[in-house]
């Protein structure tokens, strides 16, 4: 079904990254396979023939398979020497929320590879970070973005779909260490790629998918990972405006803000809840903004905190059916929307079996069984489905 044949220089190449992304050295390489560190760098460059003990050893030490190494339409993509490169003193749990990146992008390429297609992308020009005022920027360029995208003033509901379907960025949300809140990079072959905690709120990871959208309209080519201990730099400082604006523009605020708040003299804990149920953001960053905008005073989100703060449960009180449970949405998608199409026609088709799927995937097979027969809705009916021209 697929061929194994892969010239001397593809797998040179699929060894350095194997190596590069476990933080290798030639050096130590070579000694494992007991050669010189020039022949290592020859083999690498394709120049020399490895031998299948020798590939074996070093399988074994890259932590992968033979079979991952040779099939030729194995894709090889590795962004964690990026992240470590950019992010010096990087945590272990950054490192290994990039190399999962690494591998979600290396399984939605090697899918498309399978299936003979190409990602869809509709990139907006980049905005690199001007001297100034760091907040007007923001706010300019995330109306131009709306504008561009065709949301006008609109709440947004669903920030992902927006990113994947109609930006073309590759997205996942995955279960990461808690301090993560997601990573940015950015390939020219394989696009941009946004990788968000799924343990954190809903809510949280909006912000977090709008954060590091400011990172792909403002420095596409600085690979970041948005850690609760990162420090407010000038790109941070930027990309965390540019959410607020993207996600609550001041006209939007303003007038959800007169409407929810008609006749009132007081800012109430419904007012927040329902303004920011409108908004589609926490009530936190609800009441930030709304401090930012002058519309209230400054301090009013911390004198809601000192004085018990709202809670999830008022808000189940005030929205009723309405509200969303903050963990529920998406938490237990594996994949992403587009990914799970892959998926399903790879599987359709016969490309890969349901063991290389799960491996390819990094998911064990009762997850992929979950995920095939959620989307085999049309069943045995798919032969007399209607036909795409």
Excluded at 44 to 51: A, T
Excluded at 112 to 133: A, D, M, W
Aim: with cysteine.
């Amino acid at each position: 079904m697929i061929s194994n044949s892969i010239t001397p220089t593809e797998l040179g190449e699929r060894l350095r990254i194997a190596r590069e992304s476990l933080g290798i050295t030639q050096a130590n390489a070579a000694d494992v396979i007991k050669v010189a560190r020039t022949t290592l760098v020859a083999i690498e460059k394709g120049q020399r023939k490895v031998r299948l003990e020798e590939l074996e050893l070093l399988a074994k030490l890259y932590q992968t398979s033979i079979n991952a190494l040779v099939r030729k339409h194995a894709v090889h993509i590795d962004l964690v020497p990026r992240f470590r490169k950019t992010n010096e003193g990087t945590e272990i749990a950054a490192l290994n929320a990039a190399n999962y990146l690494s591998n979600l992008v290396k399984a939605e390429v090697e899918l498309e590879t399978l299936l003979g297609i190409t990602k869809h992308k509709n990139y907006p020009p980049e905005r690199p970070i001007l001297s100034g005022n760091i907040l007007l920027q923001a706010e300019t360029n995330a109306l131009e973005l709306r504008q561009w995208l065709g949301l006008g003033f609109s709440p947004i509901k669903n920030i992902l779909a927006i990113l994947e379907m109609d930006l073309g960025i590759r997205v996942y949300v995955r279960d990461l260490d808690p301090k993560i809140s997601g990573l940015f990079t950015f390939d020219e072959k394989i696009g941009a790629c946004i990788l968000i905690n799924a343990k954190h709120r809903y809510d949280r990871r909006t912000f977090s998918a709008a954060h590091e959208l400011g990172h792909f309209i403002s420095t596409r080519n600085a690979p970041e990972i948005l850690i609760d201990t990162n420090q407010a730099s000038r790109e941070e400082n930027y990309a965390n405006a540019f959410a607020r604006c993207f996600l609550t523009p001041s006209r939007l605020v303003t007038q959800k803000f007169q409407e929810i708040t008609t006749g009132s003299s007081t800012l109430t804990r419904t007012h927040v809840i329902s303004l920011a149920y409108e908004l589609g953001v926490s009530r936190e960053a609800t009441v930030r903004r709304l401090e930012e905008l002058e519309l209230v005073r400054a301090g009013t989100w911390d004198w809601f905190s000192n004085n018990g703060g709202i809670t999830d449960e008022q808000a189940k009180q005030v929205l009723g059916e309405l509200y969303n449970a903050p963990y529920s949405r998406e938490t237990s998608r594996p994949t992403s929307l587009r990914m799970n199409l892959l998926i399903a026609e790879v599987s359709r088709k016969n490309l890969l079996s349901e063991g290389q799927l799960a491996r390819l995937l990094h998911i064990d097979r009762i997850e992929l069984r979950e995920i095939l027969d959620a989307l085999n809705n049309d069943g045995d009916e798919l032969d007399d489905a209607p036909k795409l021209s």
